[in-house]
């Protein structure tokens, strides 16, 4: 059931799996991109928590880092990420360090369900490369992304209410994915 839109089928409120969703994931893996798509299909509202960021601080991340330095950016993600929890009817994507804090990962767990994206480090390189991203800006980027993925992949796994790759995939498939799957967590909710 639903309208059809360029994207595929949007779903009606009375048909959608969930209200609140958080995704997370490495940088690269696409949680921009796939939320956005996300929401458009389950016509829901989208946040992206480093835009947010961006905003509230009028400064851009990069900045941000530079300036202030990595923990001063971490308490931004941290008050972004509760503010997110207040709100509704949103496909909130998050950045890649944000679940580093086992503090965001108990905010954004308690909220509703986290779908953790997932790609190879070849992948995250090729994504990455084009746009600045502070932890990367560094002599070998490939090397780097191996260190971060294997220092983070537990947050990942503890936050992951459901996984799902984004690797040598149209993000329309990846979206049907994360539906269905989301749809099986729901009816298994008591
Ligand atoms: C970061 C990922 C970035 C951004 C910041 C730090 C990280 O977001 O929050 O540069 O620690 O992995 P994306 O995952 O959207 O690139």
Redesign the pocket.
Known sequence: MGLVTMSGKRYLPSDRPVTWVALA?????G??RIGWELSRRLSLNFV???RV?ERISCMR??DI?ELYG?EV?RDF?TEVVRRCLKLDEVVV??????V?REENRNLLRGRGPVVVLFANPKTIYHR?RR??????EVGDPEVRIQQ?LQA?QAAYDAVATLRVSTDHRDSSAVVEEIIMKLRTWKVQQP
């Open positions: 994931g490495f940088m690269g893996t949680k921009s992206d928590t480093d960021i991340i990069s880092f990595e950016f993600e994507s998050t950045g890649g360090g944000t580093m990455t746009h600045k991203r502070p932890l990367l971060l983070r």
